[in-house]
């Protein structure tokens, strides 16, 4: 099993819908969980930390299920800027990306 | 701050010309990475350093070497460039709270 996974889609969702996607990790002692965004072409920046807790900021929420080993990434009212790709990351030493999802919000 | 600095930003080589990409980082940052990414594909790691003097090996080590002999540089090498070596290459630095914060990236056709 790879250290990370994510559906890499792409989702296509219309403006003003809610989305959701998922990334599992094999490594059952992680503590800290990532989700980055990364518009084309350009370095890749932090959106949110995911704790055991969950963690939210205005149309987003990231949550974690320690016993399934997935964090998720939930957006609603999406919109066109949302357009991305974006990746979690669990870290260790090494910090291994998830190949990402590509989110397309349509008109 | 400055953050995380990458240079060049474009470049042009042909296949066996060797070079050297520099990353700089002003935020007294222990850990350091170098990934590449390849079009339509995630970040693959390369290189990364736990701290000064010291290196180790990501994903996709070979065909690079990496050094760190200031805490605020890390240094990638390409000695003989091959095709498949074409790719933007991105530096990172880990923040205390695992936050990483990324260069803007390094453009590289190797011809």
């Known amino acids: 099993r790879k250290e990370v996974e994510q559906d890499p889609g792409p989702f296509n969702v219309p403006e003003g819908a809610t989305v959701a996607f998922n990334c599992t990790y094999s490594?059952?002692?992680?503590?800290?969980f990532f989700w980055y965004r990364q518009d084309c072409r350009k370095e890749p920046k932090l959106l949110m930390s995911?704790?055991?807790s969950g963690n939210e900021d205005g149309r987003f929420t990231a949550q974690l299920n320690r016993a399934s080993q997935y964090i998720s990434l939930l957006i609603r009212d999406s919109k066109l800027s949302d357009s991305a790709t974006y990746l979690c990351?669990?870290?260790?030493?090494?910090?291994?990306f998830g190949k990402g999802t590509r989110l397309h919000i349509l008109p | 701050n400055a953050g995380v600095t990458q240079t060049p930003k474009f470049r042009v080589l042909k296949t066996g010309q060797s070079m050297t990409l520099l990353c700089a980082q002003d935020m007294n940052h222990e850990y350091m990475y170098w990934y590449r990414q390849d079009p339509g594909m995630g970040l693959r790691l390369i290189h990364y350093s736990v701290g000064e003097g010291t290196t180790a090996k990501g994903e996709v080590p070979d065909g690079y070497n990496v050094s760190r002999l200031k805490k605020q540089n890390f240094l990638l090498g390409l000695e003989s460039a091959a095709p498949s070596q074409t790719s933007v290459y991105f530096c990172a630095s880990l923040g205390d709270n695992y936050e990483q914060y990324f260069g803007p990236g390094t453009r590289l056709t190797v011809t």
């Open positions: 995911v704790y055991s």
């Open positions: 990351v669990v870290p260790d030493d090494k910090i291994i």
């Open positions: 490594n059952s002692a992680s503590q800290s």
